[in-house]
């Protein structure tokens, strides 16, 4: 009994030690395909600059010199052109009553004391009735006037009652006076009765704003008006400028101003107010300029660009304009290094006589520039 119990214990021992075995070989196994099967490792090449380029024959690219440039520093904003406030006139009515004829429209150039609308009005039928009771008192007093003349001067009416009856008559002419006037204003000859207002243009010029229509009703003295006539002769631009560009702008200076809708013309103005608010939301002051508008081809509510030239003087780069690439929204220029060329950002700004360009940033007065980046782009390219 004791002997088999040894035996079962070296069976079981034995079976333990081939599993373990069996394991073993197992897992070397699977790191076998492990490894086999893991990417290989990457290969990092150091040192690669993608802004430097060679190309073949790189002594057909010759370079330029950036030169030094001097110019004041500029100011660029934005603006809409305005009426000028003191050249716009309301045109009022003087009479209430029905619109039965518009003779002038919005845009419509107008000279001055051209009809530009025809009003039916009670006005006319009243100051009609005022003027003619005008007149029966100022000749009824009249009358009276040379009775008590003629008995003042036989004795039998005192001073007083002179006095009394020129007071009268002088009365009665003033209240005739102003009857009179006042058809007068209304556009009406008193000796020939009409019930129709003209409204004529107090000034010359363009109709900006008009709030009346046909057979609509107007009120004398009341707003809205029925049309405002500007004269834009000289209009008014008005930029947004930022609290922290303030400093470049003053009253009496000049700016170059361009319009969206003529790219191609520039004109001058002067500066002649600036807003003493600012706009809490945006942080820019209001910033006038009084701009001569000859032939009128500046128009209310146009786009323009304003520049300002500061009365200091600051360094520039400029290079011809073809050495500067444009690619991807953005301007480059080529230096020469070791027989390549490294492609470099910079700013481009204004365009030069002679065919240069000023650079604000990027590049340094002195440095070697490619003189043609646009042919050395494409023979990259086609590398």
Request: with cysteine.
């Amino acid at each position: 009994m004791f002997m088999k119990q040894k035996k079962l214990e070296l069976g079981a021992v034995a079976f333990s030690l081939a599993s373990l075995l069996a394991l073993g070989g197992c897992g070397k196994g699977q790191g076998d395909v492990a490894a086999q099967e893991a990417p290989p490792a990457q290969q990092i090449v150091q040192g690669v600059d993608v802004t430097l380029f060679a190309v073949p024959n790189p002594e057909q690219y010759p370079p330029v010199t950036a030169t030094r440039y001097e110019a004041p520093s500029q100011l660029t904003v934005t603006g809409t052109v305005m009426p000028d406030i003191s050249r716009s006139v309301p045109v009022i009515t003087l009479a209430s009553g029905r619109v039965v004829d518009i003779r002038a429209r919005l845009g419509d150039t107008v000279q001055k004391d051209q009809v530009l609308l025809r009003v039916r009005s009670d006005d006319v039928g009243m100051g009609f009735d005022a003027y003619r009771k005008a007149i029966s008192d100022e000749l009824l007093a009249r009358k009276q006037l040379d009775r008590t003349k003629d008995l003042y001067e036989h004795g039998a009416m005192a001073q007083q009652d002179l006095e009394a009856a020129q007071d009268n008559e002088d009365d009665a002419k003033t209240t005739l006076d102003t009857a009179t006037e006042h058809l007068r204003l209304l556009g009406n000859d008193p000796d020939k009765p009409n019930g129709i207002v003209d409204l004529t243009a107090p000034i010359s010029g363009i109709i900006t704003d008009q709030e009346i229509t046909n057979a609509a009703s107007v009120q004398a003295y009341s707003s809205p008006n029925p049309f405002t006539i500007s004269d834009l002769s000289t209009v008014w631009i008005v930029c947004d400028v930022y609290e922290n560009d303030m400093a470049n702008v003053r009253i009496g200076e000049v700016a170059d101003i361009k319009l969206n809708a003529f790219p191609d013309r520039m004109v001058k103005g002067k500066v002649s107010n600036i807003g003493a608010i600012l706009d809490p939301n945006i942080r820019t002051a209001k910033v006038r300029l009084e701009v001569p508008n000859p032939g009128v081809f500046m128009r209310p509510g146009m786009f323009a660009t304003a520049t300002f030239y500061s009365l200091d003087k600051k360094i520039y780069t400029s290079v011809p304009s073809s050495a500067i690439l444009h690619l991807h929204d953005r301007d480059w220029v080529f230096i020469p290094t070791q027989g390549k060329f490294r492609r470099i950002e910079v700013t481009a700004a204004a365009q030069l006589p002679n065919g240069m360009q000023e650079i604000t940033s990027g590049l340094q007065p002195g440095q070697q520039v490619v003189s043609n980046a646009g042919t050395i782009q494409n023979a990259i390219d086609n590398e």
